[in-house]
């Protein structure tokens, strides 16, 4: 995913010294660097005139209002036509488009407004009156995806409100120069409409990761940001600004140094990715013949299909919280059973680790409010994750077992739990296996007998004890975003202590071989899911320790197997060995950026300084 190629007349924004740096953290949904100036899309509802037509008039009115909203479905099937034209072919995309086709000929909003008008209302009040009574009706809803439809439903309503005015829509799509777009939202025309040549990145102050700016923005390989708050009131046109869509910042008015700074990441993020692109896929082994098994996070459904093309050994880990999050009612078994079915046949026979419901700490869910504690000091520290299934939701974790169980009859699927503290939770834990592989026999419901079973290791308490807990598992999976938060006693949410993150520290260097020599002498697979993985230079580490396989973003996934294919095994072994009883972090970080200077060259190295430094 490149930034795209600046044109010659572009010059960085100047800074405007009465404003001051501000940074602004949303979710990065699509990984680059873009620095440009704000161009704000103001998609708020026009103003409109509201009167009164005569009785002689209506008929008029509502000829008028049908005109606007045949000119709407027009514009919507020009969209269309213009997607499929431009070879756009994101199938999700005119999915979205369609789905908005839909509701300008769906007969309520025809109906409902000129049932409006007939009462007398203009044109425009009738829709804006309808548009209300539908906001009202879908705000007393407690489903998160109808909500959703309520924001697509108003704009169309928009849509056809700016016709009857006569206004101009989609003016945002021809640039003098090249812009980051800021908006509340976009609508799924918005985005295809534009000018993509002029557009350096989107911000947001609405959606999540699966919003259609955040899809469009991935497929289109432009930087982007959603849920930037109060970005819209912030921002005036013409503001500089960063776009960081790797850590997900929005940096306003930005000083020199960040600046600076930013067009130096920006380079080697692209000279990076151009390097990649020649990078073949295929199974991931050291230039002498070691075989590391590199597989790929997720956290959504959608990102499956782009991490099997990414030529992935398989999920390593697929965050199923997100299942329960944004929403007020939980996902039943049929749902359940069917999201995860879905991304075991993306992966077409390649295992899919699937790990049971981590919330609780710094994940939040309306759904179990009432068994989430809200006023412990420390949430991490207290019922979550695999805690909260087994002393407070055993039926929601049966649930969640029976739908993994079932998604196995359409290919391998491996069952992580997480934040094992201790062998009893494993064992424990296992025991609710048993039960769902029990009841499903009794309902003659066809599920994976012999699915294999894992557990995170990110309590130091759990990578201790590796050799007690191995004999219970099939694989163990290090999640090391939490083993250095609990190791270190930093908190990972909290910025003031994040100097101590340090995964090359020797303390997890130790940590981490103590984990993976315990597995291996029991014959357990050892795999390590946490961010560093996703470094080249601690991979490179990880992979002299003698880890089995790595488990990583899929949009991390070419740099760590073309720095896997450049390795020696040998000299990457005897690197680690030394590594063991070095002194300080920054004498392992030296070691390690020359090591992968010398094999990768500078590029490539220079960015796994950027890499994602893991959770902050
Ligand atoms: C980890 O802790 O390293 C991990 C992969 O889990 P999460 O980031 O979801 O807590
Ligand atoms: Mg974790």
Redesign the pocket.
Known sequence: MSNPPLPDHYTPPDLDPSREHQAVRGIGVSAGYSIGVAHLVDRSMPDFPEYCVTPAHIEEERQRFLDALSVSRQQLRDVRDRVIQQDLHNPELLYILDAHRLILEDGMLREGTLAYIDQKCNAEWAIKRYLDDVTTLFLQMDDICLREKQRDIEQECKRVMHNLLGARPEQFYAFMHPVILVAEDFSPSDTLLMNREGVLGFVTQMGGPTSHTAILARSLGLPAIVGAPFTTHHIHAGDPLIIDGVDGILHIHPDDATLTDYEKRRRRFNALQKELQETPTGPARTKDGHRILLKANIELEEEADSAFRQGTDGIG?Y?TENLYMNRTAMPDEEELTGIFSRIVQTMHGLPVTIRTL?IGGEKQSEVFWNSLDHDTPNPALGVRALRLCLQREPAVFQTQIRAILRAGVHGPVRILFPLVSDVGEVIEARSHLDKARTSLDEEGIPYLTDIEVGC?I?VPSAALTADIIAPHVDFFSI?????IQFAFGIDRMNSAVSYLYQPAHPAMIRLLKSVCDAGHDHGVQVML??EMAGDPRLATLLVGLGLDGLSVSHTTLPVIRRMIHSLSYQDAKQMAEELLISGTTDAILDQLNTLVQNTLGSSMSDISQHSRKG?Q
């Open positions: 880990l965050r981590d995170m990110e999640g090391t975003n939490d083993l899911c946490g959770p």
